[in-house]
Structures are given as structure tokens and as C-alpha cells.
């Protein structure tokens, strides 16, 4: 058996033909790249590449930068013109995703629809959203499993709002497990379905951080023995790829249980299911792509934090809300059209602090051109969501939460509807978009017809939480304290008498 050190000496030798065979055998035009960090010789631009708050770094850059990783060419898009001519306009070559070989191939996300090749495969997965989510109508056929599940998030935040975070997630992966498979969660700590639907969606989170393992700029690596020093990523790999396996036969066989004895809830895999389709991967892509669904976000973290923040604008939504519902009755999907605050403190909630700050990348499988520069098949193009997201020329104060932005008035037009940033680009745009929508919409309308969120004192003064994200693909606001009660005891009332009536 070779010692370590002429292992390592090979692994060395190979790595650098890896990367020096990418050098040589791109296309000459490569010069006329768009600008970017000069780099070293053969890891390139490698540690320029920031390792948090990516965003941050990249929106001191240039509209359209490039870099080269390890013979990898990639491109960050840093402007809403930019991203929208090349991956909207021209998606028909910029819809492909980087090839992951640890994330996408060796642990199986490469068969789900945030992940999957642009091809035959992908088109199905979303033909299946389009078929049970594509349309409102379709939409509203999930709305009463929507609507408990926003009233088991407020009977939890009454009973122990300290909690308020550990709530958010139940509910995001109750939701997730009913609309997916019609599965029940009543006892989260107990379930092995929810807790793997958690795992998979914190698992995901972490793999598809650019630069969490070098595999992924390697992909030679994957067959090195796993005796070898260095390869101890290679028992993670196994974990990860035992959860996907699990997170996507376990409730699928409890669905075709359901469905065998007439109980089942419907939903997306059942609906899909009863469709005649009897090509050989039908079932497969039914499983997989439920697993779209699976969330562990935090995005109405960022509305709490927010209200806490800017007091004025909770009491402009309360003030709404109100005049609308009185105080006899909780929010429902009927009043969206007459909420228009509530919309737009929605769609600021998704502009604000953004779940996915950097967007899923995506590859080109065709040599462009853009303003001059050249930008070669297999290229990663990566769109700085964030930074568009908080473009001073599209968004005025864009690091403040203004609401109003998003309404019409004093002879000023509406500015740019995030969802045009927040939800994917092109033909890689979430499927679910409607239902994303529509949840945001009740669950953010009923919270606030229900509590009213201040921040924590200590020695008599108020103590503000920081405005600050995590890293990593998934973000959200790093954990804070605050205080949550009923605006009034009918509030309170009105939520417990909705959940005892189910």
C-alpha cells in the first residue's frame, strides 16, 4: 500500500492536470472574459473567492465580474439588466446547472428540480407542479391545509412565544409534509417523517454552498479510495445520501398506503399519482420532486424582526387590518384584493433580507457573448440576488423596510415587485411560486391580526436586535429575542375557538 506522503504527491500531480487541462483546453477568446480578480497560477482567482457573506463581497464588484476557481470559470451577476438579459432573455443556453459531483450526483440532489440538468427530466418535474400548483385555482384547493397550519403557528406563539423561531420551522415542515404527501405532523418530536424532511432541508443548505467541498471543483476526486487521508467527506456522503433516500421513500410508501385503503389527503404526490402516465420514471420524479417543497427557511424570522424594527410599520398594518376584518373574524385568502399594506409589507419581507441572498447557480451549454465579453459553454453564472435586491437605482433607502415602496401614490409609481429576483430567474424559476405567495400572504396577515411584537428590555431600555443574516446558501437573521403578545384577549380568543372547531 503507497505511504501517505506519495498518496498525497499523486493527489497533488492529478489535481494540477485537472486544473491546467481546463486552462488549456478553453476557448482562445477566453481573454475577453468580463473583468475580475487576476488570480494565481492554477487555482486562479480561488482565494479571492469570499467564505461569508458572499453577497457582500461580490455587490463591491462590478455588474458583470468573472473569476476562475480551479480551472472553473464563473461569473457573478451584480445587476437587474444584466441577469435578466442573459438569464431570462436568453435562457434557452442559461438554464443548466453546474455539474455538483458530491451534492447533485453521489448524494442524489441531482435528481430534484433545484439541482437537475436542464433537459428532458427537469420539464417533467415541473410539469408536475404545473399540473397541482400551476394555477390559482389549483392553489386554493390547498388553502383550508394552509389555513390550520398558520392557526397551529399562532396557538404556538400564545403559548410559548419565547419559541417563536422553533415554531416558524414546525410549521414551514408540517405545511411542507401535508401539501407534499397529505401527512399529518402531530407530534414533531416523535415523527421520523418530519424529522427527516428537516434533515434533508438543512442538509441541502449546507451541500450547496459553493466551496464547501473541493469534490465539487474536482469531480476526479470522487473515485479516490476512501482509505486515502482527505477522503473523510466521503462518510458524509453516505449520511447525506441516506437521508434524501429515506426523506424520499418513507412518505411516499405511507402515500401509496393512504391511497391503497381509500384515506388519503390529497396532495401533491397523491394528484400526481393518479395520473395514467406509466412512463418508467414517473413514480421517481413524483418522488423527488415532493422534495422541492421541503424548506427549513426562516423567512418570517425577517418579519419579526422587521416589526421590531420599524414600529410605525406594524401599526399602519394593524390599522388595516382592522378597518378590513373589525375584530370578529381572523384574516382570510378572500381579502388579499383588500389588503394592499399587507401585500406590500409581503413583498418587502422577501426583498429585505432575501432567503437565498446568492441564487442557485446556472450554467451555460453554449458559447455567448454580452456587451463585448465572452462567456464560454460550462460557465457558472451566478446571480448576486442580493445585490439586486438592494440596487439604489431600483430601490430608494434600499437597506430600509418601507412597505410603501411597493404602492402607488403621490404621482409615484410602485418600485420593481421582488418576486422577480426572490424566486429564481428564467426557466429555473420556482415552480411553487403561487403557493409560496399565497402562504406568505395569510400566515404574515393572520400574525399580525393576532400579536403585536416589541423588543426585549433590560435595565429599563430597549435593546434592538442586529439586522444581520447567516451564512450559507439559506439565510436568515441570526437568532434575537423579542417580546410577542395578543394585541387583545378576543385575538387570543379567536385563534383558540378557530383550532377547536377543526
Request: glycine share 6%; net charge neutral.
Amino acid at each position: 500500500m503507497l505511504d501517505a506522503y506519495t498518496v498525497a504527491g499523486l493527489l497533488a500531480s492529478l489535481s494540477a492536470l485537472w486544473i491546467l487541462r481546463s486552462f488549456l483546453t478553453r476557448d482562445k477568446a477566453s481573454h475577453q472574459l468580463p473583468p475580475g480578480p487576476k488570480g494565481l497560477p492554477l487555482i486562479g482567482s480561488l482565494l479571492d473567492l469570499p467564505r461569508r457573506q458572499e453577497w457582500e463581497t461580490y455587490s463591491r464588484w462590478s455588474d458583470v465580474m468573472s473569476v476562475t476557481a480551479l480551472g472553473q470559470r464563473i461569473v457573478i451577476l451584480g445587476s437587474f439588466e444584466a441577469t435578466m438579459d442573459l438569464l431570462e432573455k436568453r435562457s434557452a443556453i442559461y438554464s443548466d446547472r453546474p455539474y455538483l459531483a458530491l451534492t447533485g450526483d453521489l448524494v442524489g440532489h441531482q435528481k430534484t428540480i433545484p439541482l437537475c440538468p436542464y433537459g428532458d427530466r427537469m420539464k417533467k418535474l415541473r410539469r408536475l407542479f404545473t399540473k397541482t400548483l400551476g394555477t390559482r385555482k389549483l392553489v386554493e384547493s390547498f388553502e383550508p391545509m394552509i389555513r390550520e397550519g398558520v392557526q397551529d403557528l399562532m396557538l404556538n406563539l400564545l403559548d410559548s412565544p419565547d419559541k417563536f423561531r422553533e415554531h416558524i420551522l414546525l410549521m414551514t415542515g408540517a405545511n411542507a409534509l401535508f401539501l407534499s404527501h397529505g401527512l399529518r405532523v402531530k407530534d414533531p418530536k416523535s415523527e421520523r417523517i418530519f424529522h427527516l424532511a428537516n434533515i434533508v432541508a438543512q442538509d441541502f443548505a449546507i451541500l450547496a454552498t459553493p466551496g464547501r467541498y473541493v469534490v465539487d471543483y474536482l469531480p476526479f476526486l470522487q473515485y479516490v479510495p476512501s482509505w486515502i487521508p482527505g477522503t473523510g467527506w466521503k462518510k458524509d456522503v453516505a449520511q447525506y445520501k441516506q437521508h434524501v433516500e429515506d426523506a424520499v421513500k418513507i412518505p411516499f410508501e405511507a402515500v401509496r398506503r393512504a391511497m391503497a385503503s381509500g384515506t388519503e389527503i390529497p396532495s401533491f404526490c397523491s394528484r400526481n399519482l393518479q395520473d395514467p402516465d406509466d412512463s418508467p420514471d414517473h413514480e421517481d420524479c413524483i418522488q423527488y420532486g415532493s422534495m422541492a417543497m421541503y424548506t427549513g427557511a426562516l423567512l418570517l424570522a425577517s418579519c419579526v424582526l422587521a416589526m421590531i424594527l420599524y414600529p410605525e410599520v406594524q401599526t399602519r398594518a394593524h390599522a388595516e387590518l382592522d378597518s378590513v376584518l373589525g375584530s370578529e373574524r381572523l384574516p382570510d385568502f378572500s381579502d388579499r384584493d383588500s389588503l394592499p399594506y399587507i401585500n406590500a409589507l409581503c413583498s418587502e419581507v422577501l426583498r429585505w433580507l432575501p432567503v437565498t441572498p446568492l441564487a442557485l447557480a446556472h450554467k451555460t451549454t453554449e458559447d455567448d457573448t454580452y456587451n463585448g465579453f465572452f462567456i464560454p459553454k460550462g460557465t457558472i453564472v451566478q446571480p448576486n440576488s442580493w445585490r439586486l435586491l438592494h440596487d439604489q437605482n431600483i430601490y430608494r433607502n434600499p437597506t430600509e423596510f418601507m412597505p410603501e415602496r411597493f404602492l402607488a401614490g403621490n404621482g409615484r409609481e410602485p418600485e420593481l415587485d421582488p418576486k422577480n429576483m426572490a424566486f429564481g430567474y428564467g426557466r429555473r424559476i420556482c415552480p411553487g411560486i403561487l403557493l409560496a405567495e399565497s402562504t406568505l400572504f395569510i400566515t404574515i396577515a393572520t400574525m399580525l391580526s393576532v400579536l403585536k411584537f416589541s423588543p426585549v428590555e433590560e435595565n429599563g431600555r430597549y435593546v434592538m436586535p442586529p439586522v444581520q443574516q447567516t451564512d450559507g446558501l439559506v439565510s436568515h437573521p441570526v437568532p434575537f429575542q423579542c417580546n410577542i403578545n395578543p394585541r387583545s384577549a378576543h385575538a387570543e380568543e379567536l385563534v383558540r375557538s378557530a383550532v377547536e372547531m377543526r
